[in-house]
């Protein structure tokens, strides 16, 4: 049963940095390509950042070059580090874990995160 439980949540002043992580159990780790997501109040989820199996990444417009996407395989562990955050970056942030062979895959129950002064 695959689990997935992200931490590193909170409100911080715009501008400033929070790294997000989701620790995943029940799965073997290394073969799922794992992605953020995020989901702000009357807004559908969108995708943040993947990173493939092989470290492939993606980024979304919106948070190119403010953030990174990484994954520590011996950790089980996928983390999303993110600067320079502004107001809209506020939403909760789901963690999504999918492989090859997949008809649908698994979702994190969400951090929140608020960009305010």
């Known amino acids: 049963q695959v689990q997935l439980v992200e931490s590193g949540g909170g409100l911080v002043q715009p501008g400033g940095s929070l790294r997000l992580s989701c620790a995943a159990s029940?799965?073997?780790?290394?073969?799922?390509?794992m992605s953020w997501y995020r989901q702000a109040p009357g807004k559908q989820r969108e995708l943040v950042a993947r990173?493939?199996?092989?470290?492939?990444?993606d980024y979304a417009d919106s948070v190119k070059g403010r953030s990174t996407i990484s994954r520590d395989n011996a950790k089980n562990t996928v983390y999303l580090q993110m600067n320079s955050l502004k107001p809209e970056d506020t939403a909760v942030y789901y963690c999504?874990?999918?492989?090859?062979?997949?008809?649908?895959?698994?979702w994190g129950q969400g951090t929140q995160v608020t960009v305010s002064s």
């Open positions: 990173i493939g199996r092989g470290g492939f990444t």
């Open positions: 029940g799965i073997i780790f290394s073969m799922y390509a």
């Open positions: 999504y874990a999918w492989k090859v062979g997949d008809l649908s895959g698994s």
